[in-house]
């Protein structure tokens, strides 16, 4: 029997239980019966958590996009691989067949060859929702380039910062993008951007607005004529299990964004087994996820993990809003979704709207729908599976991470029964453990603590790209020998598992990753401010908003308040991008402090949440008296 598919509970612990006492076995057999390799393996995996290296699958070579799409097209070549829903509704949708994919992808890596770009150099996609984004993700894989996707709503700043940190060769990019009734400017951000990037030597423009841009001379080529000249089909690199598939920049809680990287054949291995398997994908499903493929959920549940499975994908340009809050169940009808996959923050924001937007779409082509992100709220979980699935399609509740690359925690559909609010129970090969703040593994049922993974898996990222001791210092030594993920986990009587939420200074906001630290200093760059300190609070539909205490210099003291709480989210918007800002800020003359100095969060965290009733101890505080001073400046 494969061991590539779950069936039922009894054979979910049958493989459970295999993948811990036998992971090499485990995984050998479902990368040697599900994939195409050049050369197989000589040994499955060699891995050390004390200095935090892991390889998988080692000596195997092997390219990603052979899986994706070349293995696929003798049996599905005029399957629909893609298709394209645009951000207006009265354009018309594309198909996109595996063949075609083969031949747009082949053009692409033709172009990026002959631009000089070869194996192990970094190129940064900075594109919309578009067949492009995609084209060029696997046009990167399938010559060996290191892709860099960077979420098209971050600002140049942010740009600049990420392509300088992996010295990106190329930047892929658009003249502009259509996001509901808006049009950005992607090109005016890239060429701010690039003023501070002397590493870029070419830009590749895809036209999607017709806006009129800057070309630079030397520099900017627009894509379409050199697709157009290109030739349809390429050889692909052959690349070593361990070579670098892409960089992903994910916030850290201090210091600048981490540049995630994901090597190549674990990845795949189980980006592909946990698709299947999270979303109990069958051949002719269509399989939509709402996520931006700038982000990790896109990577691996938009484009690698349905493509290797060979499915057909849904890339949706707009957002849930436009035209109306009907768009999501609009394309679902439209297009015969079976798998439907977005983030508590979109179904908080729909649930607000009246119900006939949902109920007037009968919705019967879904199977499975799934959530991912963040915690999603018991009144969220409800509405989703009684609104939307109908209370007939499980409610798939994945917990992962950017460094994790593949779903961790899930149910399985038709397999585990679900629980509202709780990812439930690890996927084969994942060994979560709950720790003490002594760093002792807590046994039982009924308990809480911090979330560790005591055991590596094929996907997880290899190193943050130049720095491999922040790496092991971030993730391997605040509880030695294990993988801390940052989040606090409960487990209940039956061994589910339900995340509470972080337990460091990332805070989640509409489900992206934000650390306090860049927006702080982004903040400190006003010229009146002294000193600032970001906290999370609840917030309705975005899951957390920021709240930001602001100590201004003498210099700020007489200035208009408001005025100055613009410009700050201004600084914020142009230095990070407009989903860091601030939803309130309180100038206060100090931040409560130990006596080495460290701002007090948990303090402010209660504050901002309006909950006086017990600061704990603040007397080892070197300035208690401000506790009292901003809780008053709130009230
Ligand atoms: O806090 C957890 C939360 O999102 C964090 C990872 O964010 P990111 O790297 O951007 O990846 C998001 C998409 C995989 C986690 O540390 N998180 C993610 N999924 C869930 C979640 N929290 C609760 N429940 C989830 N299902």
Known sequence: MSYYKIHDLENYFKMYKKSVREPRKFWDRIADENFTWYQKWDKVFEVDMQEANFKWFLNAKVNITKNCIDRHLAKRGDKTAIIFEPNDPSEAAQHISYNELYVRVSKMANVLRDQGIKKGDRVCIYLPMI?????????????????????????????????NDSECKMVITSDGSYRGNKSIDLKGIVDEALEKCPCVETVLVVNRTNTEVTMKEGRDLWLQPLMDAAIGNNVAE??????????????????????????????????????????????????????????ITGHSYILYGPLLNGATTVIFEGVPSYPDFSRFW???????????????????????????????????????????GEPINEEAWHWYNDHVGGKRCPLVDTWWQTETGGIMISPIPFVTPTKPTYASLPLPGIQPVLMDELRNEIEGNQVTGALCIKFPWPSMARTIWGDHQRYKETYFTAFPGKYFTGDGALRDEVGYYRITGRVDDVIIVSGHNLGTAPIEDAINEHPAVAESAIVGFPHDIKGNALYGFIILKETGEGR??????????????????????????????????????KIMRRILRKIAEGDFSNFGDISTLLNPEIVEEIKNGKL
């Not at 696997?138 to 600049?160: E, K, M, N, P, Q």
């Not at 009968?362 to 799934?370: A, D, E, H, R």
């Open 238 to 295: 052959i690349m070593d299990a361990e070579d670098p598939l892409f960089i992903l920049y994910t916030s850290g809680s201090t210091g600048k964004p981490k540049g995630m990287v994901h090597s190549t054949a674990g990845y795949m291995v189980y980006t592909a087994y946990t698709f299947k398997n999270v979303f109990n994908y069958e051949e002719n499903d269509v399989y939509w996820c709402t996520a931006d493929i700038g982000w």
């Open 560 to 597: 208009d308040r408001n005025n100055l709480a613009i410009e700050i989210n201004q600084l914020i918007s142009d230095q990070i991008g407009p989903i860091a800002k601030l939803d309130k800020i309180q100038f206060v003359s100090g931040l409560p402090k130990t006596r080495s100095g």
């Open 131 to 163: 067949p492009e984004l995609a084209v060029a993700v696997l046009a990167c894989a399938r010559i060996g380039a290191i892709h860099s996707v960077v979420f098209a709503g971050f600002s140049s700043s942010a740009v600049a910062s990420r392509i």
């Open 330 to 372: 609009e394309v679902i009808e439209k297009h015969k979704v079976t798998q439907f996959y977005t983030a508590p923050t979109a179904i908080r924001a729909l649930a607000k709207e009246s119900l006939d937007y949902v109920q007037k779409f009968p919705l019967s082509s879904l199977k499975v729908i799934g959530s991912v």
